[in-house]
């Protein structure tokens, strides 16, 4: 989906947990290059390069990505979009570079998550998917980062893009303004929900209180849209939306 000039919202849909989940990678893009910002569950590398060309885009543009953070449905499609493309290059914030790189395990998947994994999976998921699925929680997707971003660094290709470091989801999230058509990548610093936007879930979340504090930042920003990797696209008066949870 086509949201500005330069701006691609990706809509890709993945089974989680015995129901489809939706999720919003986005592409930024100019005349020289394409950036995807986060690449979804392990496996979705196809669904990856079908939305892309459904924009208009060929995926042999790609020359950059940037992740939002290490959270598996962001980093999930990473080794297999390296591997079909090996010159693609990855940026990231540099609290999150150990664990994207796989030299530490990822900070939401403790001993207790992966001994619970039997008992929140729906009980009609087969076994086998159940052993994939804890097998990826054991060894999660990895990949080099090869650059690390800073708070308030600016890009200067596509546009323009400002990094905005908002940590509490995890310590080292971060969201994009894209300057030219002030729209905000949030990553999951916010999502939408029924048309809305709101703070993080509490429950997938490692600093809450970290995360509305992040949302400060946010308000420095003249913001037309917003899109959220959990909700999609948010056109509704953001800069007043975000400056209640901020204030909250």
Same mark, same amino acid.
């Given at each position: 989906?086509?949201v500005?000039?330069?701006? *691609?919202?990706?809509?890709?849909?993945?089974?989680?947990?015995?129901?489809?989940d939706?999720?919003y990678?986005?592409?930024?893009?100019?005349?020289?290059?394409? %950036?995807?910002?986060?690449?979804?569950?392990?496996?979705q590398?196809?669904?990856?390069?079908?939305?892309?060309?459904?924009?208009?885009?060929?995926?042999?543009?790609?020359?950059? %990505?940037?992740?939002?953070?290490?959270?598996?449905?962001?980093?999930?499609?990473?080794p *297999?979009?390296?591997?079909q493309?090996?010159?693609?290059k990855?940026?990231?914030?540099?609290?999150?570079?150990?664990?994207?790189?796989?030299?530490?395990q990822?900070?939401?998947?403790t001993p207790e998550v992966?001994?619970?994994?039997?008992?929140?999976?729906?009980?009609?998921?087969?076994?086998?998917?159940?052993?994939?699925?804890?097998?990826?929680?054991e060894?999660?997707?990895?990949?080099?980062?090869d650059?690390?971003?800073?708070?308030?660094?600016?890009?200067? =290709? =596509?546009?323009?893009?400002?990094?905005?470091?908002?940590?509490?989801?995890?310590?080292?999230? %971060?969201?994009?303004?894209?300057?030219?058509s002030?729209?905000?990548?949030?990553?999951?610093?916010?999502?939408?929900?029924?048309?809305?936007?709101a703070?993080?879930?509490p429950?997938?979340?490692?600093?809450?209180?970290?995360?509305?504090?992040?949302?400060?930042?946010?308000?420095?920003y003249? %913001?037309?849209?917003?899109?959220?990797?959990?909700?999609?696209?948010?056109?509704?008066?953001?800069?007043?939306?975000?400056?209640?949870?901020?204030?909250?």
């Amino acid at each position: 989906m086509r949201v500005a000039d330069g701006v *691609d919202m990706l809509e890709i849909s993945a089974p989680v947990l015995g129901k489809m989940d939706l999720i919003y990678p986005t592409v930024i893009w100019d005349e020289e290059t394409a %950036i995807l910002v986060d690449t979804g569950y392990p496996g979705q590398l196809p669904k990856l390069r079908e939305g892309m060309e459904k924009a208009g885009l060929s995926p042999d543009r790609l020359k950059q %990505i940037i992740l939002t953070h290490q959270d598996l449905d962001h980093i999930g499609s990473l080794p *297999d979009i390296l591997h079909q493309s090996p010159r693609v290059k990855v940026w990231a914030h540099p609290l999150e570079k150990p664990y994207i790189q796989g030299e530490k395990q990822l900070l939401k998947i403790t001993p207790e998550v992966l001994a619970r994994v039997d008992s929140t999976l729906p009980a009609e998921v087969p076994r086998e998917w159940r052993q994939a699925f804890k097998a990826i929680l054991e060894n999660p997707p990895k990949g080099e980062v090869d650059r690390t971003l800073e708070d308030g660094e600016e890009l200067p =290709c =596509c546009g323009g893009i400002t990094v905005i470091h908002t940590p509490g989801h995890t310590p080292g999230h %971060i969201s994009l303004y894209h300057q030219r058509s002030k729209t905000l990548i949030a990553g999951d610093a916010l999502v939408l929900r029924a048309g809305r936007l709101a703070p993080p879930d509490p429950h997938q979340t490692l600093d809450m209180d970290l995360a509305i504090q992040s949302l400060q930042k946010l308000t420095q920003y003249e %913001i037309e849209r917003v899109i959220c990797y959990h909700g999609g696209l948010c056109r509704e008066d953001p800069n007043r939306q975000i400056a209640k949870w901020a204030g909250s």
